[in-house]
């Protein structure tokens, strides 16, 4: 009988047999011209092999270091580790550090008179412009750099958070902080601020309309959201991890898009959503490690770290990638999610600490959780909750009068419960996976075919103008 | 009466003046060609002042987090807050990534086809020539975020360290970790791996040497060396920080030689010491911050963060500077506290978990801490041990029958306590910090002068081949 914090040998072996192969192909890839796609893959199943390793065998040392909390919606509410999300964050950061060399081009520094100058440099621009899957010119290395950066800011902030009690106003601009090296760079390396201007608009902007430091709003605003909206849809086993690889596996779909055959080339945007891959390939690989612990009934918590985390690599290749439209596409249910919970959010309707599904110990269901009005609404708040009643968009219990003593609150997740009424915890979780996923290919459909109402191209069949 | 969680109004005023001349300042250096170093004076006072109140405000939550130590060397042994060198290491590379654009030239992308791509850059090589202190090129950056991506990896694992309990063996690879990047950035970026052979060895060796990866193996044991250096030498108020701010500023003495009207323009080696400075600067800041709340008496513990940080900084400026031989020089008195500790070190003598000086509450004074020797050492050490104690070396007790019972613990503290007697806390560390000045000028002398007995020249007044 294994305990909690070792691998069986069953896993030992097949993890080792996962990295081995896994190791082999990598260093195949380095040769030559390389084969980074092929590389990121390899990287992704070894960073997979190494967070699940590393999360089940720090179980213990968290809990000794006080990482611990206790599963509410359990019949025993057992204590297991917190924050185990700062593992997986670590994996994946060393991993894309490591495959720095296998997305770059070397550059040859011929001749120097030294102290770090480079005098000579022979660039390697005449392989690129022949190959398709081809290793990325130092142009997009600071760019890449500066991703890293921006994930390992958020780590720390928070790392922070998890550690210490941050109020819920300081919280929430974490992620802005996290974002300034991004945009720092961004300044320093490209800088390019203006944008399409949708058909309609354009007899009266023009083609293209300089946002200018707006744009950087716009950025910080994409980097804030992401993260927080992760963040809010959370509180049941798994969820935070599910809705995330769903998000990624999707995002990895649209990538793939754009470098299929299907699609002519040379395309400007290939690039970038290669980019895109190398982001998303191991988060996706330390994500399922994460996952296979955390799924119901979870043996580890991630943390708001994780949220945090998860939500920062969208808002990277989201924004380094250019196509952070498309990728609040695949937010519907986190925004619908933000939207619904701003009267509690803001206050209108009392706001109790956790809003998380309630567990029912007689049933072993989880039902919603509702806030009570000791005192009852105001006439116009009264009126309002009985609209959404009406269009069944929450639950009131009232009493003889007729006031309000009850509400449920307003997350998807409750609200989910209010429509398909208790169930198991699990079974929660995997219906909003398939809310996400739903929600995620309609947005996918809607970029790629209702945006030619809007613009002029879809830019996936951009034709070189060269 | 002020709380020890709050500034007094006199500091308040005192801070907000000298943040705000230097916003004015640092404004000011962004216009035109800008004015780097300035910004950078700029950049280190502000967060000396955002590291002093972060240090003060956070006490209390740092110690609800269970974030805590007691100072042994006091007679009450209070309770204080511990890690505090976690919030001195955010603001400082806050500090250094908002500092990018006041480094680097903006490159303007005059042509883009979406997605990212650069298809037409104008550089400002132009500018760059005609100026002694001037923006950095872009062929930098990478290597400025490759430094900034290891600062920000050391903290990570070092606050980890903190928090979990890690084994001494697993500890001192830590700093390997985190300079992984650097040292891959290095890889892609520059890869100069050839040094300048030493006159003696030239005949036999070619005047230069491409050491390949035993270049990279050099750098890295500099990484693993210099923040386990500093870790080591600590345990009394304030020694940790007051050792490396003593190393920074005669880092920036050295690199200020370079920059200075004596040293023939233009200099290979300019850029390499200006990247220095913008690194070191900053640090100074912060560390001059910590030191006013961990100066005997310590209100706030700095943690092994601050140390490991502090070690990584010297080392990324070093290695990415390009003067990591210098860098080792003045590290004398932490070479020679390895040195002597290493006999403990691998156990050849019992080595208790804390070596620190010990705290006699009855004179209020620090005297060594020594080994109880429960089985009598062997007739080989015994021999050895007797040997040090003639060089005065080691201070031993010996029972009636001339068997050593205790031996002073082998750090240079403890020595230092041998040689001097009994002393205040903040005494030794005003000594300590005598040692650590007189050791590192006669580094900078040594390298500054007597290297002409096995180089060429002094790199200092290196003349233009141009």
Redesign the interface.
């Given at each position: 009988m294994q305990t909690s914090s070792t691998l069986t040998r069953a896993e030992t072996w097949r993890l080792l047999l996962l990295v081995g192969i896994s190791l082999g192909v990598l260093a195949n890839t380095f040769q030559g011209d390389g084969a980074p796609l092929i590389a990121s893959i390899s990287m992704a199943l070894i960073s997979f092999a190494v967070a699940f390793s590393m999360i089940r065998w720090?179980g213990p040392?968290?809990i000794?270091?006080?990482?611990k909390g206790k599963d509410m919606a359990k019949p025993r509410k057992p204590e297991i580790p917190e924050t185990m999300g700062?593992v997986c964050a670590?994996v994946y950061?060393?991993a894309l550090?490591?495959f720095?060399?296998f997305a770059?081009?070397?550059?040859?520094?011929a001749a120097?008179?030294?102290?770090?100058?480079?005098d000579v440099?022979i660039e390697d621009q005449h392989i690129e412009t022949g190959r398709y899957l081809h290793r990325f010119p130092?142009?997009?290395?600071?760019?890449y750099?500066?991703g890293?950066?921006s994930l390992?800011?958020i780590?720390?902030?928070g790392?922070?958070d998890d550690?210490?009690?941050i109020r819920w106003r300081h919280k929430v601009l974490i992620p802005a902080?996290a974002a300034?090296?991004m945009l720092?760079?961004y300044?320093?390396?490209?800088?390019?601020t203006h944008v399409v201007v949708p058909v309609p608009l354009q007899q009266y902007l023009g083609d293209f309309i300089d946002l200018g430091w707006l744009y950087y709003m716009y950025m910080a605003a994409v980097a804030i959201f992401c993260p927080n909206a992760i963040n809010m849809l959370a509180g049941i086993n798994g969820i935070e991890v599910a809705q995330s690889i769903v998000i990624a596996v999707l995002l990895l779909f649209n990538d793939a898009m754009y470098l299929a055959p299907i699609t002519p080339y040379p395309h400007?945007?290939?690039?970038?959503h290669l980019?895109s891959i190398y982001f998303l390939l191991p988060f996706i690989g330390v994500s399922a490690a994460l996952l296979c612990h955390n799924w119901y009934p979870s043996k580890v918590f991630v943390g708001d770290t994780y949220c945090y985390f998860a939500g920062m690599v969208f808002a990277v290749v989201g924004i380094?990638?250019?196509f952070s439209k498309t990728l609040l596409l695949l937010f519907v249910p986190q925004i619908f999610n933000f939207l619904y919970s701003t009267p509690q959010l803001f206050h209108v309707i009392p706001c109790p600490r956790h809003r998380l599904p309630k567990f029912n110990a007689a049933t072993g269901l989880l039902d919603t959780s509702v806030t009570e009005w000791t005192v009852p609404p105001s006439p116009l708040i009264a009126m309002v909750l009985d609209l959404l009643e009406k269009f069944r968009l929450i639950r009131l219990v009232k009493n003889k009068e007729g006031q309000i003593v009850e509400s449920t609150n307003l997350t998807i997740l409750n609200l989910w419960l209010v429509w398909m009424g208790p169930m198991r915890e699990d079974t929660l979780a995997w219906h909003m996976v398939g809310v996400q996923i739903a929600c995620g290919l309609l947005g996918l459909f809607v970029r790629h075919r209702l945006a030619l109402l809007v613009f002029n191209t879809d830019?996936r069949t951009?034709q070189s103008?060269a």
């Open positions: 720090l040392v968290f000794k270091a006080g990482l700062a670590v950061l060393i550090i490591v720095i060399p770059f081009y070397k550059d040859i520094v120097t008179s030294g102290g770090g100058n480079r440099v130092h142009g997009k290395l600071a760019s750099l500066s890293l950066l390992q800011s780590v720390i902030l790392i922070g550690l210490l009690d902080f300034v090296p720092i760079v300044f320093v390396d490209f800088g390019v400007p945007a290939t690039d970038s980019f380094l990638g250019h830019n951009f103008m």
